[in-house]
């Protein structure tokens, strides 16, 4: 190992003492409770009067005995397998429209970044309003083209449908960050590809995705987390925040708060929790590893 | 300048410090200097969701009541959201800082007795205690014989029907229908069809009402699990229960009753107020509801949940909240206090006058029926509750399955969807439970 010279170690000293506030809000604040619930993963934890070890239990009955753990995961995966690729696409083309140098376009950009603004909560009730299968705008709309649009939020068969199409239309805060870099991307290569006869699907494909690429891939992995952590939309739009119409809208982390706060059992949560972190870092990790095939950064070394 | 910086940085760290693993020394002082205010009176924290209406400007006023009444302790409220503070009370029991008092819900006391939430009152309720309350109200306190609780409010189910379209259908107060097939016929008399789209519906069971309450009400006020934890949910009577629910389902047909509903969401008009709906099937708190916005010639009466058949008996179903002293609590003796001032016959008097609840005591309804201050049909409701708790069924979450429904609502739901039968829908809710049950142990 390379011995490093006084003021670089002088340097790191300080840059550790800067970044001492994060590392010790990590320790105390995620690593610490990440590790209680590996912990507790093997125990019987009830949060006040018991804490047992079981071993392995809690992982044979998640994958053997719980119906509803595949249920929630089938639901889960369903969301996410839709929602992510459904959203980066509709973000990426909201960008490119909003992208155009036309008079009033800072107006349409604020209205299509309004949804991400607004508050979960009241965004979930309006969607209630406007899923509603007879009065609601959405069927209204699609009656005008004879479409006798489905019950949404009423058949289980058109919940999670209904929670994608929600979350297409709030996905202004992923288009700003798409708008972001469209507007580094260089007038000269759009001028340069002009000058050979590209037209506009070729500049788009050409130019525009790959200089994107990088955001794009930020914003699938994002997603992607965020996606397998949905809760509060099952929590909220459905009756007494139970997961229904037959459990379709049981999502991974409801039934794993029902464990934990209808049944209290904490341990059986905490080995759920760890289910899913499991699968998102292997998800995670594998993106990574494609990364290098599709993601495109210029200045960079090729890499 | 570069000293300034350090002391800063070494500062900000320490804090930091401080705040991770200092706080259970922070908390036991903060615990303990509360306990007493200046002038040597007994601090209690009492956490409760009744934040705005009736309900949070009665319990108020009987604080101070409390408060006056005696210079020993003193009650300091606080209101915690609906949605927060049975989980905010969890995290605090689990941190060592619980509050003194609280309000729980009345299904899941044994469950938190289990886990050791709640403090045992054995110590502190005597024999003549439990007496004042409605006996299946007491039963869901103890755990193991000792109570960990106090009942406060309840509520029962019954159905609210519309006098002025009763007497337009001329149908007479002794034709109030008592049984099933009684509902059916009174209810089809009420309807009333404008070519082929319903403008009246005499009666849907499921508006609001459970399918789970038809179906205790159909099974000898068994619900899903019976009194000694064994689950019954693919009983013959409840299946021809859900067999009844979809008969009605049937006959208004799934697009009118979807259609209604979501315009009773939009909660723009109350169906019952309006008289497109000409009985209601709900918690006898809507009358609370129905002083608020119902008009003043506005004629209701209430009937208990008609019987299956003729001496099935009128099952209704109920709820309601109990006062715990969480476990951990800094006095439970000065929290008791408080509790049995707030379940005196008085105190619970003064409580449902004031917000129409109806009340833990029956020594408090029986007087709240005689209460002065309240109007006739004031008085009639609290008759009403009275009677109706001799058929009130509470349903405590069983200890070896507590999220139970869950699975059962699945079913349900399907039933009513249609994609199963109701008794395919209950045999396999049957075998889903026992197979949590089974886990459990």
Redesign the interface.
Known sequence: MKRLSIRKKKEARWAY??I??FI??FV??MLGPMLFSVIGSFTDY????KMNFIGLANFR?MFL????FWKSLYNTVYFVLFNVPLTTIFSVFLATILNQKIRGISIFRTMFYLPAVLSGVAVYILW??LL?????LINTFLGWFNISGP?WL???NWTKPALILMKIWSSGGAMLLYLATLQNVPRSLYESAAIDGAGVWGKFKNITLPLITPIIFYDVITSTIGSFQIFQEAYVMTKNG??????SL?FYNL?MW??A?????MGYAMAMSMILFLIVLVLTFINLKLAPRWVYYSGGDGK | MKKLL?TG?LA??AL??L???GSSSAKSNAASSSEKTSDGKKTIDFWSFWGSGARKEVIEEIIDDYNQSQDKIQVNYKYQPWGDI??KS?SA??AGNAPDVIVQDINSVA?RA????ATNLSKYVDEETSKDFYPQLWDTVEYKGDPYAIPFNTDTQVIFYNKKLFKEAGIAEKDLPTTWDELEKTAHQLDKKDKKEFTRIGFYPLWNLGADVWALNADNGTSWFDQDDKIKIDTKNKVEALEWIQDWQDYYGKDTI??LE??F??GVSDPFISGLVAMRAQNINYYSSLMENAPEDFDFGVIPLPEKEKGSGHWSWGGGFVLEVP?GAKDPEASYDFIKYLSSPEVQEKFGEKSFDIMASKTANENLVKNEQLSDKGRMIYQMADENFKNTVITPVPLA???Y???V??QI??IL?G?KTPKEGLADAQK?VE?LV???N
């Open positions: 003492l800067f001492s506030p010790i809000g105390v604040f009830n949060l006040t009067s009955r005995h719980d119906d509803l209630m309003q509603s299968p007879s009065a609601g019950a009423f058949d289980p139970t997961g229904g119409p037959a459990n049981l039934h029902n464990k706060f209808v049944a209290f059992d | 350090v940085v900000s760290t930091f410090l705040g991770g693993c049975w989980t969890l029991i689990t469950q289990e886990a050791q939430q979807n259609k979501a315009e969401g939009s476990y399955a507590p999220d429904t869950t699975l609502n699945e739901d399907q969807l994609t889903a197979n089974k886990q459990n």
